[in-house]
């Protein structure tokens, strides 16, 4: 390798010996030598144990060069022993919805636009579906996963009386646990969000003014849904993973949207910066 101002860069080279096929976090020892230039000979310059971080593939975008201790570590411990993308995927989200110390607010986030502020994610400890389909996302694709993200709406803009006013771009959800410990009128003592009273014209009854989204963000890979904001199925409960975004996981999650049956799902992007 060659050195500018005594720094390297990034840089890549091949080892002797064999990689294991699984992702995980390994040590190596290796020996160190140098020389001045062609033709001298190589001198040894002692050895070092060195971390190794075994993933999938090369990381993409926006984690080409991946954060160790917000990511890299996480991603890699949680995805331990996994050889495909998609049970990556599956275990880095339920990875994320029981291991990490974060609780749901649907009231703050840590995005803007593209940009995924993680330190301060991480600082405050609690954030909104766009915050958890972002890390999944970015965990993901530090290992070599091309996983996106994708928000689920109701488009609608109707105008109509027999709504009695209330606007009408939201939907309401079937019961979930949410990440962490949240708080709120919502909830009952076990944690869940309360059940959603029937549809119009009964729209005054108590608990429809709480358990709506205007959107909900989840990340996504080949065609499934892998989502850590919450557990869905209160009698047999799950963190939705590899899910048809139009079909099990709608199923799953959606209980009314003003008009009936809006689910908008919208295309898969992906951040481009993380902060």
């Not at 649907?106 to 593209?114: A, D």
């Amino acid at each position: 390798m060659s050195f500018t101002d005594g720094q390297s860069g990034w840089v890549s080279f091949t080892v002797s010996g064999s990689t294991p096929g699984s992702v995980g976090i390994g040590t190596a020892s290796w020996q160190w030598q140098f020389r001045y230039a062609d033709p001298y000979d190589w001198v040894n310059d002692g050895t070092s144990s060195n971390t190794l971080y075994i993933v999938l593939a090369p990381p993409q975008s926006p984690m080409e060069e991946p954060w160790v201790y917000y990511v890299l570590i996480k991603a890699c411990n949680w995805a331990s022993g996994k050889t495909s993308a998609t049970t990556a995927m599956e275990a880095i989200t339920t990875g994320t919805y029981s291991n990490l110390n974060v609780t749901y607010n649907g009231g703050i986030t840590h995005t803007s636009g593209m940009t995924f502020h993680l330190t301060q994610f991480m600082s405050d400890a609690e954030g909104d579906c766009q915050d958890m389909s972002a890390y999944v996302h970015v965990l993901t694709r530090a290992i070599g996963a091309s996983s996106s993200v994708r928000r689920i709406t109701d488009p609608s803009s109707i105008e109509d009386d027999i709504y009695g006013g209330w606007p009408h771009d939201r939907f309401w959800y079937k019961p979930i646990d949410p990440i962490g410990n949240p708080s709120g009128a919502q909830y009952g003592p076990d944690g869940w969000t309360l059940d959603p009273e029937p549809p119009p014209p009964e729209l005054g009854v108590p608990y429809w003014d709480y358990c709506w989204w205007y959107f909900h963000q989840v990340a996504y890979y080949s065609g499934g849904v892998y989502d850590a904001t919450m557990r869905t199925n209160k009698s047999s409960p799950y963190v939705p993973t590899g899910m048809d975004i139009n079909g099990d996981y709608k199923t799953e999650v959606l209980y009314y949207a003003i008009p009936e049956g809006q689910w908008d799902t919208g295309d898969p992007w992906s951040y481009q910066q993380v902060d």
